[in-house]
């Protein structure tokens, strides 16, 4: 499966395999961001899709009328990155907000200011979630850890 998002404000779902594809409305304003994500108590799968409309909302794939859940973020969605329990967001007001999928998928776990000056184009998760990285259109980049512990 393939899933994208676009300025038509809906999430498009590619079968790869039969060619055949879906789509839904799914935001109020342009979609920046789709991911697959692991959420272990879903029946599903479960995709993540972040908006310009500041939510980032859950889908399951065999109810498309309605998200499961919505997180509100405060600003547009600029970048969204998925790995193991972690979910990052980066938004327009220089925020990161972190996701634990396992534990609570339908809240912000914590909040971080971004340490990059400038917009915030890129995050990118590791494999096992517990670091995560952002870039900028000043062409820099920042690494941090999810235990707070280790970024000191």
């Not at 697959?36 to 993540?48: E, H, L, T």
């Not at 967001?89 to 990059?116: E, F, G, W």
Request: glycine share 6%.
């Amino acid at each position: 499966m393939i899933a994208a998002g676009g300025a038509d404000k809906k999430v498009h779902i590619l079968q790869a395999a039969s060619g055949q594809t879906i789509s839904f409305a799914a935001h109020k304003a342009p979609i920046r961001a789709v991911r697959f994500v692991d959420i272990p108590s879903a029946s599903a799968p479960i995709i993540a899709s972040g908006s310009w409309d500041s939510t980032v909302s859950y889908w399951d794939m065999r109810q498309t009328a309605s998200p499961v859940a919505t997180l509100q973020c405060g600003d547009r969605v600029y970048s969204m990155d998925s790995a193991g329990p972690l979910l990052v967001i980066a938004t327009a007001d220089h925020n990161i907000h972190l996701v634990d999928l396992h534990s609570n998928p339908a809240a912000l776990m914590r909040t971080n200011k971004s340490q990059l000056k400038h917009q915030i184009k890129a995050v990118a998760t590791t494999p096992d979630g517990k670091y995560w990285a952002t870039g900028s259109i000043e062409g820099r980049c920042s690494a941090s850890a999810v235990d707070e512990k280790e970024n000191k």
